[in-house]
């Protein structure tokens, strides 16, 4: 089974601040991972797919990159809305996926 | 733009079964993609329950394998869930959601909360 393992599992920052979320997998998923956000009472929302291509509708102040192991997703500046959970999820290992345990991103 | 809604009990007993649906519209799920199940435990992390492609294969997560099912339904282009010899730890949202691709949940419903009690 992929492991996926988020850092930090929390972070604290102000809106206008830059937010580097982490997610490392415990083998290589090439670039077959996905981020999400999630807010409270909400399903949640894809945002990055294959590491690095923006969902439909997504604002470019979220990218990520990445390939195999390392993988982070970027929020330019934070604006109120953003403050949310974040999932890393794999489908390295189709059809088997997994879910990282989450970041959540709160106010300072 | 393909809309998802999970129906189903609020409340199950211990060692029962847990059946909910998911309805879909403005798409068909016979047209292709995968659909999936996932769940998430109060405060706690997503976990992946089973995806399933039209008339093909049908896929589960080894940790629940033993006790669940997914089913569609094209005339009502629905699919279901049944989830056999229930415990607390079953307690949960559980959300419905269309595979884009083989790789990530583009479409999710809202999902629906499901409490395995006595």
């Known amino acids: 089974e992929i492991v996926l393992t988020q850092s930090p599992a929390t972070l604290s920052l102000s809106p206008g601040e830059r937010a580097t979320l982490s997610c490392r997998a415990s083998?290589?998923?090439?670039?077959?991972l996905a981020w999400y956000q999630q807010k409270p009472g909400q399903a949640p929302r894809l945002l990055i797919y294959?590491?690095?291509h923006r969902a439909t509708g997504i604002p470019a102040k979220f990218s990520g990159s990445g390939s195999g192991t390392d993988f982070t997703l970027t929020i330019s500046s934070l604006e109120p809305e953003d403050f949310a959970v974040y999932y890393c999820?794999?489908?390295?290992?189709?059809?088997?996926?997994?879910f990282g345990p989450g970041t959540k991103v709160d106010i300072k | 733009q393909v809309q998802l809604q999970e129906s189903g009990p609020g409340l199950v007993k211990p060692s029962e079964t847990l059946s909910l649906t998911c309805a879909v519209s403005?798409?068909?799920?016979?047209?292709?993609?995968?659909w999936g199940w996932i769940r998430q435990p109060p405060g706690k992390g997503l976990e992946w329950i089973g995806t399933?492609?039209?008339?093909?294969?049908?896929y589960y997560n080894p940790s629940l394998k033993s006790r669940v099912t997914i089913l569609e339904d094209t005339s009502k282009n629905q699919f279901s869930l049944s989830l056999y010899s229930l415990t607390a730890a079953d307690t949960a949202v559980y959300y419905c959601?269309?595979?884009?691709?083989?790789?990530?949940?583009?479409?999710w419903g809202p999902g629906t909360m499901v409490t395995v009690s006595s």
């Open positions: 959601a269309r595979l884009r691709g083989l790789d990530a949940f583009d479409f």
């Open positions: 403005d798409y068909s799920i016979s047209n292709g993609y995968y």
């Open positions: 399933f492609y039209h008339s093909g294969s049908t």
């Open positions: 083998q290589s998923v090439s670039t077959y």
């Open positions: 294959d590491a690095s």
């Open positions: 999820q794999q489908r390295s290992s189709w059809p088997r996926l997994t």
